[in-house]
């Protein structure tokens, strides 16, 4: 999630988190919007302000390998180049009083543009332009021979390689490949990173809001912070009534995965839940239900282990699910992690958000779809 600690570059007057949780909570009446658009050039620097934007929308799909997409309706004045150019968008609050230009802002991604048809409407030329996040660039970049890693690099360091010139937040590891990897021509890069991160349990490659790369260790939800309070109370911004589904069905109580390379020695490791206070457990459900996965990589034992770990844990967040919809919260991100209270339901707990949607105007709804950080 977004920081409500803003910093001064989208935060002139330097608010306090405190004063900006406010003003976004509408504690001194209703919010008040204006939406920016900056054009970039291939490295992300900002060659114009847009005025030409009629209407966007964004969203975020934290289990897509593209996880953040935009839609643009906009007047062709010429001054997009579709090939190269790509566009930020801002959400500014103004903060009260006001009468004053006194905001707070978040920028909402960075977007790779598609190449749109025309149409003439009412003497203008419009398009409707499909966006996606600086994924793509790695998505649409394949390899043109056998792409190998040796043994002995470090996992960051062969993915940053990957990664290149732009702007990266890398967690670094201290992990090395045990044997070769290798990859055949025509493999995405996104591809490659992505089994890299997967090898040393790390989250798959995702893109900040101002356009940095971001490779971090994986986190389990319920180790991680609560970033918000969703509720409705007098702080409330939901629109009455939420979607809740629970299907506990065909869940497995037992993941087996297996790592086979003729180069190392064979992995395995297993997790069994055997709790007896879990519905889904061998010891509620009297019998055993397997999901059993071959891993393509695994950087060491430690590393398969606490993949197994992971996948029991993932598995069980998605039987809870919950949809709702609240005023633009520009602050969201990707993954976040905040608790929900809605009493017609009686629900009060905390939930991982993996997707959302908004359009950039000022009264449109935003909607949430999370999954509950619970362990089945």
């Known amino acids: 999630m ?3 600690a803003v910093p001064t570059a989208f935060n002139p007057n330097d608010h306090t988190a405190d004063e900006v949780l406010a003003a976004l909570r509408g504690r001194s009446g209703n919010r008040r919007w204006k939406f920016r658009y900056e054009l970039l050039d291939t490295s992300n620097s900002k060659t114009a302000d847009l005025t030409n934007i009629l209407g966007c929308s964004v969203e975020q799909n934290w289990l897509a390998d593209i996880k953040r997409k935009a839609s643009f309706e906009l007047t062709d004045d010429g001054g997009i180049n579709f090939l190269a150019d790509r566009i930020r968008p801002y959400v500014r609050l103004y903060l009260p009083p006001y009468g004053t230009d006194d905001w707070v802002e978040w920028p909402q991604g960075v977007f790779l543009l598609s190449t749109p048809s025309r149409r003439d409407e009412q003497s203008s030329i419009l398009r409707d332009v499909e966006a996606y996040d600086l994924l793509q660039v790695y998505a649409d970049d394949l390899v043109s021979d056998r792409y190998t890693v040796t043994a002995g690099t470090v996992y960051t360091t062969a993915i940053s390689t990957l990664l290149g010139s732009t702007p990266k937040n890398i967690t670094a590891s201290s992990k090395t490949l045990p044997v070769a990897k ?11 990173i992505n089994s890299l991160l997967g090898a040393i349990n790390y989250e798959s490659l995702s893109f900040d809001e101002a356009g940095t790369a971001v490779v971090k260790p994986y986190v389990a939800p319920s180790s991680r912070a609560e970033e918000y309070v969703y509720a409705d109370d007098e702080n409330s911004l939901m629109v009455p009534g939420v979607d809740q589904t629970l299907d506990l069905y065909s869940i497995p109580n037992k993941w087996v995965l297996v790592v086979s390379d003729p180069d190392q020695a064979a992995l395995v490791s297993s997790y069994t839940n055997t709790d007896p206070s879990s519905p889904t457990s061998t010891v509620r459900r009297g019998r055993t239900i397997t999901d059993f996965r071959t ?6 034992q430690a590393s398969l282990d606490a993949k197994v770990a992971r996948l029991a844990f993932e598995a069980s967040q998605i039987y809870e699910a919950i949809e709702f919809q609240t005023g633009l919260m520009p602050i969201h991100s990707g993954n976040d992690v905040y608790r929900l209270t809605y ?12 997707s959302w949607s908004m359009r950039l105007e000022a009264g449109a709804p935003m909607a949430h779809r999370a999954r509950r950080v619970v362990n089945v």
């Open 343 to 354: 009493s017609p339901l009686a629900i009060n707990d905390r939930y991982s958000e993996h």
């Open 2 to 4: 977004q920081s409500l």
């Open 182 to 192: 290798d990859w055949d021509p025509g493999t995405s890069k996104l591809s490659i």
């Open 295 to 300: 891993e393509q990589d695994a950087a060491d």
